[in-house]
Nanobody, 115 residues
């Protein structure tokens, strides 16, 4: 069965940095694009970015230039490096993969950007 487990969230000050990680299991990791989503309180879930099996990355306009997605095929993990964090980045961050037209989600990790 597909398993996704996020880690690395926490409380940081505006302008700070944080690195999230998503550990995966239960599917051929190297063949799939991986996604990061986030959901802020009272808002819809939004796509933060994607990394394809060929290592091509795409990002939401709101995080371009600040966030970087990576993947380690040997460890079967996907990372999200977040720099220059803003209060509006506060959200629960989720790892996602779509397999056979079904979305799989991790439990989420909380990121709070505040003074």
């Amino acid at each position: 069965q597909v398993q996704l487990v996020e880690s690395g969230g926490g409380l940081v000050q505006p302008g700070g940095s944080l690195r999230l990680s998503c550990a995966t299991a239960g599917f051929p990791f190297t063949l799939y694009a991986m996604n990061w989503y986030r959901q802020a309180p009272g808002k819809q879930r939004e796509l933060v970015g994607t990394i394809t099996s060929g290592l091509t990355t795409t990002y939401a306009d709101s995080v371009k230039g600040r966030f970087t997605i990576s993947r380690d095929n040997a460890k079967k993990t996907v990372g999200l490096r977040m720099n220059s964090l803003k209060p509006e980045d506060t959200a629960v961050y989720y790892c996602n993969v779509n397999r056979y037209n079904h979305d799989y989600w991790g439990q989420g990790t909380q990121v709070a950007v505040s003074t």
